[in-house]
């Protein structure tokens, strides 16, 4: 938000510091297009094949998406 308010019209992409459970306030935030969020599939994650847990956290996130989405419209 503090960096929107003197850029308005600019849209912005965050990428640090999302997690889960900031998600949907960043995409509440008008002048936010979308978030990268690198929790989705962590290094160890990975490392470990967990790869059932990364499409759950996926599939939350797109949920998450979704309902911000849905309360905008």
Known sequence: ?????????LRFVP???I???SLASYLEIPSVLCVGGSW?????????????EI????KQAVETVQKSRANRA
């Open 15 to 17: 990428t640090g510091g």
């Open 1 to 9: 938000k503090a960096v929107s308010a003197p850029l308005k019209g």
């Open 40 to 52: 989705v599939a962590t290094p160890k994650l990975i490392r470990e094949k967990k790869f059932g």
């Open 55 to 58: 499409t759950r956290l996926a």
């Open 19 to 21: 997690a889960p459970d």
